[in-house]
C-alpha cells in the first residue's frame, strides 16, 4: 500500500505533542472528500502487479496503525496477530545457536518462547534479575539480544532501559523493550538507546477488552523488513477489523490513560495503608526502592497497573475476589473496565509471585467506586 497517503498526517507538525499524535496520526490524506478514518478493507487478494498483492503482503488498515505506532514510538511499526504473534517473530531475530538474555520478570508467554525454542537447541536463554542492569550486562556479553519488559508484569519493575540498552549495544547485542505496559505515552524506548519496542496492543492501545493484536516498532529499516517477511512468510497477520478497532482505540490512549493512571496512583496509596495488605507494587510510590529509577525512566507517570499482596491466605485472598463486584476477576488488562487476578494461578509465574499477590488493572470507572469494593470485599473476607 501506498505508505504516502498518510505522510500529509505524519509530516503535519514535528512540533507536536504525542497525545495529540495519538490522536492525528494515521488519517488518510486531508484531501476533498477524504474519509476521515482509513476504512476496513476486507480483501484476500489484489488486482495484480501492485505492492499488495495477497491477503498477507499488506493491508491499508495496518498501514494506518503502523503509521499513527511508528510516529508515536518514533521508528517504523510492524504490526501482528497478537502480542505473542511479535515476540515469536522477534525471537526468530536471534541467530542459530545464538544467546538470548531475559530478564526474569517477563511475561510468562514471552518466557515460554524463549524456553521451548531453548529446549529444541535453537538458542541459549540466559536469566538474569530483571532490576539489576549490572548483572544482565554481565549476562550479554556474547549475546545476540537483550529482551527486558518494563515496567514489567506482574512486579511491575522498572528497568533502568538507558543503561542496559547502552550496555548491549557496546556488548553487539540488541535491545527489546515490551513496554506494554508504559505505552507510548509513557516511554519511549527507542529514545532511550533501545532497539525494538513491542506491544501488547491487546491492552491499553486497544483498550476496551475486544481484540488481540501486537506491535513491534523498530529503530533499524533491517529489523522491520525482517519482521514484515516473517509475518507474510508466517502468517501472524493483524485482522482488518482488528487493526481499525485498535487505530480507534489508540485516540483515545492519552484520556484513558490519564484517568487511569490517577486512580491507579490513589489506589495504590490507599492499599499502602490499608491492614489487609501487606506489600503494593505500583512504580514511583514513595518508599518504593525503585522509586528514583521510576521517576528517572517513567517522568510523566507509571500508568494504570499495580499489584499488592494480600495479608493472609490463598483461600482468604481467594474469598476477597470472590466478594468483588464492580472489579472483574479475569486476566487481561488495559481495558476501560477494571480486572484482578491472583497471578500464581497461573504456573508460569507461581515462580516469580507470592501466592496472594493479586494484580490490578486500573479502569475508568470512579476511582471511590473501586476503592469502595477492594476496602469493602479485603474487609468482608479476612475480617
Ligand atoms: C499480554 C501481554 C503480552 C502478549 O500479548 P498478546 O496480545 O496477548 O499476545 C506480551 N507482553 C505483555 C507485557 C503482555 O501484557
Not at 495484480?48 to 508515536?72: F, K, P, V
Not at 482488528?242 to 484520556?255: P, S
Not at 477494571?338 to 494461578?345: D, F, P, T, V, Y
Amino acid at each position: 500500500m501506498d505508505e504516502s497517503r498518510y505522510a500529509a498526517a505524519l509530516t503535519l507538525d514535528p512540533e507536536w505533542l504525542a497525545d495529540t499524535v495519538a490522536v492525528q496520526a494515521g488519517r488518510p490524506a486531508r484531501l476533498p472528500g477524504a474519509p476521515m478514518n482509513e476504512p476496513i478493507t476486507l480483501s484476500s487478494t489484489y488486482v495484480h502487479d501492485a505492492n499488495i498483492e495477497y491477503g498477507r503482503d499488506g493491508n491499508a488498515g495496518w498501514s494506518a496503525l503502523e503509521t499513527a505506532l511508528g510516529a508515536l514510538d518514533g521508528g517504523r511499526a510492524v504490526t501482528f496477530a497478537s502480542g505473542l504473534a511479535v515476540a515469536s517473530a522477534i525471537a526468530d531475530l536471534v541467530p542459530a545457536d545464538g544467546t538470548v538474555v531475559l530478564s526474569s520478570v517477563t511475561y510468562y508467554g514471552v518466557r515460554n518462547i524463549f524456553e521451548r525454542m531453548e529446549a529444541r537447541g535453537r538458542l541459549h536463554v540466559r536469566k538474569t534479575p530483571a532490576d539489576d542492569s549490572a548483572a544482565l550486562l554481565a549476562a550479554a556479553d556474547g549475546a545476540d539480544m537483550v529482551w527486558v519488559e518494563s515496567i514489567a508484569n506482574p512486579l511491575m519493575v522498572v528497568a533502568d532501559v538507558p543503561a542496559i540498552a547502552a550496555g548491549a549495544r557496546e556488548r553487539g547485542a540488541i535491545t527489546v523493550v515490551d513496554a506494554t505496559f508504559a505505552t507510548p505515552l509513557r516511554q519511549r524506548p527507542l529514545d532511550l538507546g533501545a532497539d525494538i519496542v513491542v506491544h501488547s496492543a491487546t491492552k491499553l492501545i486497544a483498550g476496551h477488552s475486544d481484540l488481540l493484536l501486537g506491535a513491534a516498532v523498530c529503530r533499524a529499516d533491517t529489523h522491520a523488513d525482517s519482521l514484515v517477511a516473517h509475518r507474510h512468510d508466517h502468517g501472524a497477520i493483524p485482522g482488518a477489523l482488528e487493526a481499525f478497532l485498535a487505530l480507534r482505540g489508540l485516540r483515545t490512549l492519552a484520556v484513558r490513560l490519564d484517568r487511569a493512571e490517577a486512580s491507579a496512583v490513589e489506589l495504590a496509596r490507599r492499599l499502602a495503608s490499608h491492614p489487609h495488605v501487606s506489600t503494593v507494587n505500583y512504580p514511583g510510590l514513595p518508599g518504593d526502592p525503585q522509586h528514583e529509577r521510576a521517576l528517572r525512566v517513567l517522568p510523566n507517570g507509571s500508568g494504570s497497573m499495580l499489584s499488592f499482596d494480600v495479608a493472609g491466605t490463598v483461600e482468604q485472598t481467594e474469598a476477597f475476589l470472590a466478594r468483588l463486584r464492580l472489579l472483574t476477576h479475569a486476566t487481561s488488562l488495559g481495558g476501560v473496565e477494571s480486572l484482578i487476578e491472583r497471578r500464581a494461578r497461573y504456573t508460569g509465574d507461581a515462580s516469580i509471585v507470592g501466592p496472594t499477590l493479586c494484580r490490578l488493572s486500573v479502569g475508568i470507572e470512579n476511582v471511590e467506586d473501586l476503592w469502595a469494593d477492594l476496602d469493602g470485599a479485603l474487609l468482608a473476607a479476612l475480617g
